[in-house]
């Protein structure tokens, strides 16, 4: 009898707010929100930002006045910092799994299948104090029979203070229990305009969406929501794949079978990952100003030297160009690459992910104005095509944009973990 | 249309014409930079050493000739390549070089620099500007110095205890310890393993 799969998500809370507060402990309870690039949006809140009603998205300009009135703390985001943090949880995480997916900046995947079948929860417990001591970051553990469960447990340890942030959903009656209370829209893959149309049809929670016949799903919709309804009912069809993407990160990476032990070898595999995420850019019309590349050999090999790096690069220009994404990476590769280590997982890292066309240009054609909106979608396509033609001179020409507003914003942090100039100051007093 | 048939042969360079490369007082090729006037001196200088070197240099190599004559010996191949993946014996011969990771960074993930401010840890060598090594992943027990955020400040102190109390200790007599009560603003940062300090 094979042991019952068991998949679990690990998501560090409000990842890059939690970033800034390891090195700023005056802020850990004070309400601090990180923005985009440009300074243009927030793409980060603390619980206290949260609890001001303050969405996801929202541009800095729109709320200036709340931003005074409660004192928030803004930094523009450091990606260098980020991404050091993200790659030291990432390392962690391995000593709980011999099977990993790094699904985004700040959530793994983990297959814990049968080895915590004993208590889940005590394990969950020990992987988010081993990340809290270690890194300063706090987690959130989900568990479940398969990807899209293990989503929904996670979502549930972060909404519910009582499930002291670990749920496992093994249990399904502890399953039907759940779903009843979770809307439809905050299942994993579920966009807001998809889950008006279930809405329409009276598909209004997850339970609603778990009991609909799979074959009318697909026949209505299609195959990727039918497999959504199959997960949800504890049928695994969501491999563990090599190349994922969100709004936020694009993530590429695999392990080899061989171990590879040459710098141009992991060259080779690096600029393959850099063509198929390059590729998911411009599929999603985004491109990207921050790549990070990482390297390590065997974790769970107690025979061979361990050796794991990191590095990360701000781009000069955001950029969806193939060319530029590899020789980046290469670059990376040569600060990191050892001689003498069997390198058996290599990955590259893209974040900072934005529209094509600069979010500063985006404010300025969303004005609840009819006279505008007419302008504005021809002005849209004026862009597009001369970003298509001259791909820079629109970059170049929108980066004064998210100057405008007034508002002041305690600039970009220290590169405390990247740059010894940078470091944290401790007191000796 | 015909194309010529014969290459042509008028200028350009000549194949072997002019110096061999490397046969420079320098046994390497050169180059004509300018430089100011008063380095001239201490350019020719350090050149000249660089002259008796590559003499030294090539003298020795030719010293080295192999002995013809000398007996055969058999020695085992060692191989740095064994398929089955086993260390090389031969490995055991390689000078390896020091990292100070090893040294000074057991734990890479849960270690951070940070950099000393003030005097008042100067008895256990933490100067101003120095660099402090901080591993989060160990236990701060009793004795060790660690990184606390106090009153959401990174400050550095040695942690004593008395009597069940937990007190945060300097190591100067110009600065008093600090007893730990509750509702203080306290919490434990990383344990620090060793200070990096320029002399």
């Known amino acids: 009898m094979p042991a019952q799969p068991r998949i679990a998500l690990v998501d560090c809370n409000n990842f890059y707010v939690s970033c800034e507060r390891v090195f700023r402990p005056d802020l850990s309870i004070k309400p601090v929100a990180v923005l985009s690039n440009n300074d243009g949006c927030i793409v980060a809140r603390s619980p206290e930002v949260k609890a001001l009603g303050i969405k996801m998205g929202t541009p800095v300009y729109q709320i200036s006045r709340l931003i005074k009135q409660h004192h928030i703390t803004l930094f523009s985001s450091n990606y260098t ?349 | 249309m015909t194309l010529p048939t014969h290459k042509d042969t008028r200028g350009g360079a000549r194949s072997g014409a002019g110096r061999k490369k490397g046969s420079s007082v320098y046994g390497e090729t050169t180059q004509a930079i300018r430089v100011p006037e008063s380095m001239i001196p201490e350019l020719k200088n350090l050149l000249q050493q660089r002259q008796q070197q590559s003499q030294q240099t090539r003298v020795s190599f030719e010293t080295f000739q192999p002995d013809r004559d000398a007996p055969k010996t058999a020695l085992p191949l060692f191989s740095g390549k064994v398929a089955a993946g086993f260390p090389s014996p031969a490995d055991d011969y390689i000078e390896k070089t020091l990292d100070l990771n090893e040294l000074l960074v057991q734990r890479p993930a849960a270690t951070f620099f940070v950099r000393a401010e003030g005097e008042s840890m100067l008895g256990a060598g933490i100067h101003p500007n120095d660099i402090l090594v901080v591993d989060r992943s160990l236990e701060p027990v009793t004795g060790k110095i660690i990184i606390c955020a106090l009153n959401g400040e990174l400050t550095v102190k040695r942690l004593k205890s008395e009597r069940d109390v937990i007190v945060l200790g300097a190591e100067n007599p110009a600065y008093p310890d600090i007893v730990v009560q509750d509702g203080m603003d306290m919490v434990i940062w990383g344990v620090v393993t060793n200070v990096i300090h320029s002399v």
């Open chain 1, 81 to 429: 910092l980020y991404a050091d943090m993200s790659a030291r949880v990432m390392t962690l995480l391995e000593n709980f799994s011999p099977t990993l997916e790094v699904y985004s900046i700040d959530e793994s995947f983990l297959d814990l299948t049968g080895i915590c079948d004993k208590d889940p929860l005590a394990y969950g417990q020990n992987i988010r104090r081993t990340i809290a001591q270690n890194t300063g970051i706090p987690v959130c553990v989900g568990m479940g029979p398969t990807k899209t469960l293990a989503k929904l447990a996670n979502y549930a340890a972060k909404k519910w203070p009582k499930t002291a942030g670990v749920v496992d959903l093994a249990d399904a009656e502890r399953r039907a229990k759940l779903m009843r209370q979770v809307p439809v829209k905050e299942i994993w893959g579920i966009g807001a305009r998809l889950a008006q149309r279930l809405n329409t049809l009276n598909i209004l929670t997850a339970w609603d969406l778990a009991n609909q016949p799979v074959d009318r799903i697909q026949a209505q919709f299609n195959i990727v929501l039918a497999r959504t309804v199959m997960e949800l009912n504890g049928i695994a069809c969501l491999m563990m794949d090599e190349v994922v993407a969100d709004k936020q990160q694009i993530v590429c990476s695999r392990s080899f079978k061989r171990r590879l032990t040459e710098e141009d070898e992991l060259a080779e595999a690096l600029a393959e990952f850099c063509s198929r995420a390059a590729e998911k850019l411009r599929n999603q019309h985004s491109v990207t100003g921050a790549i990070s590349v990482f390297i390590r050999t065997n974790p769970h090999n107690a025979q061979e030297p361990y050796y794991q790096r990191s590095a990360s690069m701000i781009l000069p220009q955001a950029t969806q160009d193939t060319r530029l994404l590899v020789r980046a990476a290469k670059q990376l590769l040569k600060s990191l690459f050892k001689t003498g280590y069997r390198y058996q997982k290599c990955g590259v890292q893209l974040s900072d992910i934005r529209p094509a066309t600069q979010p500063g240009q985006d404010d300025l054609f969303l004005y609840d104005d009819q006279n505008h909106t007419n302008n504005a979608a021809v002005l849209m396509d004026t862009v597009d095509q001369i970003n298509r033609r001259f791909h820079k001179a629109i970059t170049v020409a929108a980066t004064g944009l998210g100057q405008r507003w007034q508002v002041s914003i305690n600039n970009k942090s220290s590169r405390y973990t990247t740059e010894w100039s940078e470091l944290a100051k401790v007191k000796c007093c």
